[in-house]
């Protein structure tokens, strides 16, 4: 699976705070659960399109 996430933006988000480096991996995978959660969503409600709400 290729990177959904830029690790750079989301250490510069987080400047405050130090970031493992595991924390990416387990992000990127929340990030592409949350994506084909999506992705089923509109294909149950008969659409091609994602939108804000399928989130």
């Known amino acids: 699976?290729?990177?959904?996430?830029v690790k750079a933006t989301?250490?510069?988000a987080l400047?405050?705070?130090n970031v493992?480096?595991?924390f990416y991996d387990a992000l990127?995978?929340?990030v592409a659960e949350l994506l084909?959660?999506?992705a089923?969503?509109?294909e149950a409600n008969d659409r091609k399109t994602v939108?804000?709400?399928?989130l």
């Open 28 to 30: 990127n995978e929340e």
């Open 20 to 22: 493992s480096a595991d």
């Open 10 to 12: 989301v250490k510069d």
């Open 1 to 5: 699976m290729s990177d959904l996430i």
């Open 15 to 17: 400047s405050d705070h």
């Open 36 to 38: 084909d959660d999506a």
């Open 51 to 54: 939108q804000p709400r399928d």
């Open 40 to 42: 089923e969503r509109a």
